[in-house]
């Protein structure tokens, strides 16, 4: 099982499980209204369920609230702001609510990072076991191999295959398994030719090869479609971060030539544009790195 995580939460995990049975009620409320949490534990391997979970999530939440609204109230009473504890807390529950929308997404983030990693060096996985099987090497000394490869989430899936075959369960069996339990399509679709080949007697040397040449197949149509994406992309680059704000700034000149405004207005209209195109060339990247092919290393 993986360790558990929650993000901004202050209090350690083994000390917020103890505590968060009160509200176990209020989080299986809560998990209601996250119909995916279920999966994304089980894919995240946290040995909890989600009721659990989303408790563990509230606590940290309320232990969260009250610590920054104690900053927010100390701030402000040192700066000499009215009502500072009443807009503390007025600023405090949006940031909270915020928080504990993350902490319940989290393990989907997790997941999708298993995902990402495991399709990654899925392929060259299977090159590896392809070149040991033409040698002769059985499959199990080939699982052990790769286990002990640096293959991220592949080699802990055959690692913990092979802890399973040597507990007396037989090849087929752990093979299907971990391929029913894993998040990952593409791994799931290998594992699962794989079982067949060897349930149907063929030679998984071939079974190996025809695996590989589909990824193979698949990552060229993933690459022809990042790169369709990434035309329209460039377009919105352009227009947002290049076009739009250079235009803007002519603007602002030849108004400026007309309307006499402060130097801090302008001052503040300069850095208002910088930020904003800031937040979008950051934003840029993030869609850029979202896009791209799982199934490239």
């Not at 499980?17 to 946290?46: A, T």
């Not at 399509?185 to 794989?194: N, P």
């Not at 803007?248 to 130097?263: A, H």
Request: with cysteine; hydrophobic share 50%; net charge positive.
């Amino acid at each position: 099982m993986r360790k558990i995580k929650i993000p901004f939460s202050i209090l350690p995990i083994a000390f917020l499980g103890r505590i968060s049975g009160i509200f176990l009620g209020v989080g299986k409320k809560i998990e209601k209204n996250f119909p995916g949490l279920k999966v994304n534990i089980e894919h995240s391997e946290y040995n909890l369920n989600p009721a659990e979970y989303a408790s563990m999530c509230i606590t940290a939440s309320i232990v969260f609230f009250i610590f920054i609204n104690i900053l927010f109230s100390i701030f402000l009473f040192l700066i000499k702001i009215e009502n500072a504890i009443l807009l503390s807390v007025l600023v405090s529950i949006p940031i909270t609510l915020f928080i504990l929308i993350q902490q319940m997404l989290y393990p989907k983030l997790v997941a999708g990072r298993k995902i990402r990693d495991i399709e990654r060096n899925l392929l060259s996985a299977l090159q590896n076991i392809l070149v040991q099987l033409n040698s002769g090497v059985p499959l199990f000394n080939v699982l052990v191999s790769i286990s002990n490869e640096d293959y991220g989430e592949v080699s802990k899936q055959f690692a913990l295959a092979v802890k399973k075959i040597n507990a007396g369960i037989s090849q087929i069996e752990v093979l299907d398994q971990i391929a029913t339990k894993n998040p990952s399509l593409y791994f799931r679709r290998a594992i699962w030719q794989l079982v067949n080949g060897m349930k149907s007697g063929a030679d998984v040397g071939i079974v190996i090869r025809q695996i590989i040449s589909s990824l193979s197949e698949e990552q060229l149509i993933q690459i022809q479609r990042y790169g369709g994406q990434l035309n329209p992309l460039a377009m919105f680059y352009m227009l947002i971060t290049v076009i739009l704000p250079s235009l803007g700034i002519t603007f602002l000149i030849v108004i400026s030539s007309f309307i006499s405004s402060s130097e801090f207005i302008t001052k503040l209209i300069f850095w208002g544009m910088y930020v904003f195109v800031l937040f979008f060339q950051i934003m840029f990247i993030g869609i850029i790195k979202t896009r791209r092919p799982t199934l490239l290393e």
